[in-house]
């Protein structure tokens, strides 16, 4: 068998590159989806206003996991 030297530089510089130019997009691709996603703000509501959303541990109160899963679901939400 005869493992050509040129053609065996020419297949590694190719994956090397391949591997780079694939790092180099996840990076970038990772902070434009950093960038354009939004930031939460759980701020304490000022003056008359009241959370819209409370945080439940599922089961404790209210509906299981199940049931608002079913209901969402349901509604489309």
């Known amino acids: 068998m005869i493992i050509s030297l040129p053609r065996t530089v020419r297949r590694l510089y190719f994956m090397t590159m391949l591997v780079a130019v694939s790092c180099v997009l996840y990076y970038v691709l990772s902070w434009v989806s950093?960038?354009?996603?939004?930031t939460r703000n759980v701020e304490i509501p000022e003056g008359t206003a009241v959370r819209a959303f409370q945080d439940v541990q599922y089961g404790e109160q209210g509906q299981s996991?199940?049931?608002r899963l079913r209901l969402f679901y349901w509604y489309g939400e």
Request: aromatic letters at 12%; hydrophobic letters at 60%.
């Open 65 to 67: 996991a199940a049931e």
């Open 34 to 38: 950093a960038w354009i996603s939004p």
